[in-house]
């Protein structure tokens, strides 16, 4: 899950959050402010329920930062290089750089989100019991609520949740192997994702329509997680101790960002065989990323336009080092893949990695691992 809104560093980890939490803060401060407040305290002015929740909704952002910032803070403990912390419409996601180097270490990394969030109540309670303005006691009580409902609904054992991680590494321990845990540990979480979807539809035909609805959506979202999460740990696993180097294409055709975009298409894209194409300003310092697909759609209207004009920015584009581990950078640039990733060596620009140049690492890997010969896919800096 990617950040829309950087919010700045805490602890050397990067925040965000996801544009999703608009809705969520949204409907926070509207349950709170027209419903539970009113319901607990009684004749106050509109204008302080609304305070009060628009507070609750943001202290619960706290709760959840909270929560992750644990798992975090554990996963540097144990070596796991942390990207940064993502806050959304289902909570929060760290997204580490790697995976845990033992079966306890990522129990703990897991385990200590919902001990985070008991801990958080157990801070709510005993302000609750100060002599506070009413509201205020009003917003802790719910708050100790919600993050004991944080804490039991995170140990649920599906992927994502930190329950199914929990699982998963208890079957790493007694298996020896993370891929074979986490295949134990989704075939279960699978049964809990279609249960949720079954009373879901139950919910819907019962004529709880909303309810059901989010429900069956949550179930669906809990078994989607874990085919990913076995995809991916699948992946990372025939990848591990693969460099970028083996997967990256060398030399990078590089060309200036001052032409225009018909220059570009007539005297340059067909004498190569590529679809991506890094662009330098006159003095060769790298500008931008230009796609041939994006230009061929603007030929017409924009063909008098400058590469640079149409160029992904340089700073937006995903970088790596031909030592990194694959998997790792993988892990890292998640969907900024699809846009390609730079290879840089000593500051110089020494290759491109592309979903197709993986994809052609993963097929020689499997064939080794089953002794089946692959396809002879192209190589290209595509």
């Known amino acids: 899950m990617s950040s829309s809104i950087r919010l700045g560093r805490l602890f050397g980890i990067e925040i965000g959050v996801n544009w999703s939490l608009v809705f969520v803060f949204a409907l926070i401060a509207w349950t709170l402010a027209t419903e539970l407040l009113p319901f607990e305290v ?13 507070a609750g909704a943001v202290v619960f952002y706290g709760c959840l930062l909270a929560h992750e910032l644990a798992h975090a803070l554990v996963a540097i403990r144990y070596g796991v290089k942390v990207a940064g912390i993502t806050l959304w419409l289902f909570g929060g996601v760290s997204k580490l750089d790697g995976e845990p180097k033992s079966a306890g270490a990522e129990a703990l990394i897991a385990g200590v989100g919902p001990l985070t969030s008991l801990a958080v ?3 709510m309670f005993v302000l609750s019991l100060l002599p506070l303005p009413l509201l205020v006691s009003g917003v802790l009580a719910w708050l100790v609520f919600v993050n004991i409902a944080l804490a039991l609904f995170n140990l649920v054992p599906a992927f994502p949740l930190d329950g ?24 279960i979480s699978r049964v809990f994702a279609y249960l949720m979807i079954a009373f879901g539809v139950f919910e819907l035909f019962t004529g709880q329509v ?19 999460e076995e995809v991916g740990t699948a992946v990372r696993g025939l990848l591990r101790s693969v460099p970028v180097s083996a997967a ?6 590089t060309v200036p960002d001052w032409l225009t975009v018909a220059q570009f298409i007539e005297s340059i894209a067909p004498d190569h065989p590529f679809t991506t194409y890094p662009v330098h300003d006159p003095s060769g310092q790298l500008t931008g990323i230009v796609r041939l697909g994006d230009l061929v759609r603007v030929r017409g209207a924009g063909a008098d336009e400058r590469l640079k004009d149409r160029a992904r920015p340089i700073a937006d584009v995903p970088t790596s080092r031909p030592d990194e581990d694959l998997a790792a950078m993988i892990q890292r640039v998640g969907t900024g893949l699809d846009q390609r990733v730079l290879i840089f060596d000593g500051g110089k620009l020494v290759g491109i990695v592309s979903p197709v140049d993986v994809a052609r690492v993963l097929a020689v890997r499997q064939a080794q691992s089953t002794g089946v010969p692959p396809p002879a896919p192209a190589r290209g800096q595509v």
């Open 42 to 54: 009684s004749h106050q002015p509109a204008l302080a329920y609304w305070v009060a929740g628009a």
């Open 121 to 123: 109540a157990a801070v």
């Open 164 to 187: 199914g991680r929990l699982l998963s590494s208890w079957f790493w321990w007694r298996s020896g192997s993370r891929q074979r845990g986490v295949h134990s540990a989704v075939r």
């Open 210 to 228: 909303l309810n059901g609805i989010w429900i069956a959506f949550v179930g669906w979202f809990l078994l989607s997680a874990g085919t990913q």
């Open 248 to 253: 990256m294409t060398s030399p990078v055709v």
